[in-house]
């Protein structure tokens, strides 16, 4: 089929429409190199898939073998416990890894058990006393899950900023879509380190070719204008959205 003659071709500088980066130039040292090249191997934002897979693998752990732990459930919602996202992903992991819920279930119970235990005492209550309990009902330790997670994205921008002063692996880095949240924390950890200085000026470009891109679709999106919209301009919203909510708004790697 001929082209259209009234369509602009394709930027063909577009992130959307170039291949992913080279991956087999960066050479690995370690098996943190290693995770971390695994992580840039796969779809999106390579900081979101270490968390998202840190936090799997501790989750799956709990489910296989902390659950029955009468200690592990003693401590939960006292020195740690589950934010609301992982509550929600017990069930899920639990059917994954052991084809039942039985382990989610207690997990579950004690939870609920914990969050609602003093909640009776505030029944009658008024004024400051009320308030001061329900501010108590409020009051959650950090979840394990998210701290795990947590740990696995500070070992990975460490190390990301360290890679960045080997040429080779500054210039996959450049490449490579990262959101936008984990791309600054990235540069906060390499700071004014000169070699990471290509790697910014990339990763700035990419997003301010996203704003054209969205700015374009709006643009070319009434009725007389419709036959103006590139594929680029289709895909920006979707890929604005991965850039500001992170590999998370696509259910995550």
Do not use: Y
Request: glycine share 8%; charged share 30%.
């Amino acid at each position: 089929m001929a082209p259209d003659p009234q369509k602009p071709p394709d930027s063909p500088g577009s992130p959307d429409l170039q291949g992913p980066p080279d991956l087999q130039g960066p050479a690995a040292s370690d098996i943190i190199d290693m995770r971390l090249l695994e992580a840039m191997r796969a779809e999106g934002c390579p900081v979101c898939v270490v968390r998202a897979r840190s936090e799997k693998g501790i989750l799956d752990t709990i489910i296989s073998e902390r659950v029955l732990d009468r200690g592990f459930r003693a401590d939960l919602e006292r020195r740690q416990a589950f934010c609301r996202r992982h509550v929600a992903e017990l069930v899920p992991t639990d059917r994954r890894e052991t084809g039942g819920i039985l382990g989610s279930s207690l997990l579950l119970g004690a939870v609920l058990d914990r969050r609602t235990a003093d909640l009776g005492a505030a029944v009658g209550s008024r004024g400051r006393d009320l308030r001061r309990r329900l501010k108590d009902a409020r009051l959650r330790p950090p979840c394990l899950v998210c701290s795990q997670g947590a740990t696995a994205v500070e070992t990975a921008l460490v190390r990301f900023a360290e890679r960045s002063r080997d040429g080779v692996w500054a210039a996959v880095l450049a490449e490579l879509p990262f959101c936008l949240d984990d791309f600054i924390a990235l540069w906060s950890k390499a700071g004014s380190e000169k070699a990471f200085e290509p790697v910014a000026r990339a990763q700035l470009a990419r997003f301010e070719d996203l704003s054209r891109r969205l700015e374009g679709f709006a643009h070319h999106s009434s009725h007389d204008r419709r036959h103006l919209l590139t594929d680029e301009e289709r895909s920006a919203a979707d890929e604005a959205t991965r850039v500001l909510g992170g590999n998370v708004a696509r259910g995550g790697s």
